[in-house]
DNA sequence: ACCGGTTGCGGAACCGGTTGCATGAGCCTG
DNA sequence: CAGGCTCATGCAACCGGTTCCGCAACCGGT
């Protein structure tokens, strides 16, 4: 493996020069910048990134807090981080907490000081507890909101208002939300927005919950939507849904309309029902570039809330 | 944060010391090891990863290559590989190189001078392809076996052979096996293991595909099996089969019988249909500890091959 | 022609561990 | 009791970059 001495020596330059010429093209002149380069190409030269960490004094590592990997909902924030990540030069590992709250502070303690920085995934637990987390290194909150910190959120709340609402304009009378993970921020501001957007109609609002994520709870609150004679159902989230959906189906069920995914929606045919899709990949990315940003700034920036809004097709 | 120079210090030893009593205890003396342990308790010592990388030329860092974190076959892979780096100390990166066959060999390129080995799950493309991916650096192949490399897999194979066995045992005459992803190792297994077993049955097989592991393609192939007046289907994904059974459903066919996970069995309660379940958190696991056997052996050691048995319920 | 100010570069220290080699103390054996 | 060994330890040289600092060449201005 070409070293930058070899590449210095190559290019008929000091180590130093060879540093900056690749480094901060600024500090060098242009001539040799280009005869550095040159040399870099030809030797192949590739960074040590031990090093280059050592000397930096950085771990050019950031990592990303999830609860669990089994949910479609993580893994394409995890992708869109990891490209942006890759973009920076900087490598991602991810750790998973398995829905466990203590686990989460421990993750995030236990890698503290191997990364620079880290994506906070739908922390649970109070305020307090996200802010421990936070503690160690520059962190942003994805999907949750905390006075004073820095976070990106998908604004799901203002969608499933416009669901509400909209099924409320077609005349459906009563209107089951099925809840999600208790704790989950995403699932209170929703049910606000539920509320708000039910409270001046006639409709009746059943709110049930709270239930994990899973194919298994939409199957297990089946019950539940039944009893409430249900004639429009929002699940927290797709797998719930499709559970619901199934139970109903075998049931014989076929006037009640659950609200789904695009994908989901249209591979099924289900025909006139509104879809929400999360761009969660665009959600890593955006969650990342304010990671990048604060750890670029010397001085500590003031935080920032970025929403996403949702689109309701 | 303290340093081994600051550990040493206290305990009144020279960092050389320090450095042996916490990485080769077996090289100095007790009560050396013991006092230099308390200061390092005391002082909250750490030791700084790209420091020891640097010195010791490797980087701690193994990265798990997978098409995509969507399918959720994978995401216990990662899991169970995650855990098992944790424990040596090591830290897991992750590539996703979105099933493009070309993605995934630049995507090992890339990341081969960045770290000590790879993890390759179910690797498309010819056999070619996936030894040059595996020429960089030590690597375990998942779900894929090539001759003269090491590798874990889980033998599906055998189970879906036995799972047809049943279904002929039951009387059922017209058995689908709804294929997986074009290329897939895995799937040719399961191909021929099928074909044995339905064999000197009186049965009919139809196979389908290929088709992607997607809750799309279930609903896709759901017309063939139809025209095939399948009586039971054996799909490749339980995705697959999730978006077959939804049509079935909604078409009111409730005579087919489809295989799928214990957890989608049990919470339809679907009756008497068996699952098939892999335990992927311990393919992860085992691939990620001959991985650090790899690592670990000074001389080239000969590969081996792990394969998981497939319980069928 | 002289001078303060830039600009480009090299020397060398440094980041924080690991490890080969040399040293000296202590023990066993003859 | 001397010679040879083992064992614990320290010194110092790394690993491969980054960056502070000082030097010299060169700039335009008076």
């Known amino acids: 493996m070409p070293t930058l001495a070899d590449v210095a020596a190559l290019a008929g330059v000091s180590k130093a020069t060879a540093s900056r010429a690749l480094g901060r ?7 040799t910048v280009a005869r550095v380069r040159a040399a870099a190409e030809q030797l192949g030269f590739v960074p040590n990134r031990a090093a280059t960490q050592l000397a930096r004094g950085r771990t050019g590592v950031v990592a990303v807090v999830v609860p669990t990997l089994d949910n479609t909902f993580f893994t394409p924030i995890i992708s869109g981080a990891q490209a942006r990540a890759a973009d920076s030069g900087m490598q991602l590992t991810i750790a998973v907490h398995s829905l466990e ?9 236990q ?11 739908a922390p649970r637990g109070s305020d307090e507890i996200v802010r421990a987390a936070a503690s160690f290194k520059p962190t942003v909150l994805i999907d949750r909101e905390i006075e004073g910190m820095t976070s990106a959120v998908a604004d799901t709340a203002t969608a499933f ?18 809840g999600g993970p208790a704790g989950s921020w995403q699932d209170r501001q929703r049910q606000a927005a539920i509320r708000a ?17 899973t194919f298994a709870a939409g199957v297990e609150a089946a019950e539940a939507v039944v009893a409430a004679r249900a004639t429009a159902v929002v699940p927290y989230a797709t797998s719930i849904g ?24 249209d591979s099924l045919g289900l025909g006139d029902v509104p879809s929400i899709d999360v761009d969660g990949e665009k959600l890593g990315e955006v969650a990342m570039d304010q990671l990048m ?8 920036a003031p935080p920032t809330r970025r929403r996403l809004t949702v689109p309701i097709s």
Chains 1, 2 share one sequence.
Not at 101 to 109: G, R, T, Y
Not at 111 to 121: E, R, S, T, Y
Not at 163 to 172: C, D, I
Request: glycine share 8%; charged share 20%; no cysteine.
């Open 25 to 31: 093209p600024d500090l060098a002149a242009p001539e």
């Open 101 to 109: 709250h203590s686990a989460q502070l421990a993750a995030v303690e």
């Open 111 to 121: 890698l503290a000081h191997q990364v620079d920085g880290f994506l906070l995934a």
């Open 161 to 178: 208002g416009a669901l509400v609402s909209w099924f409320v304009a077609k005349g459906h009378e009563r209107i089951v939300y099925i």
């Open 197 to 213: 957007a039910a409270e001046s109609s006639g409709a009746t609002l059943t709110m049930l919950g709270p239930y994990p994520s």
């Open 242 to 265: 499709l559970g619901l959906m199934f139970v109903l189906l075998r049931r014989g069920i076929r006037d009640v309309v659950v609200s789904s995914e695009r994908m989901i929606v």
């Open 293 to 300: 940003t604060l750890l670029g700034e010397r001085r500590e």
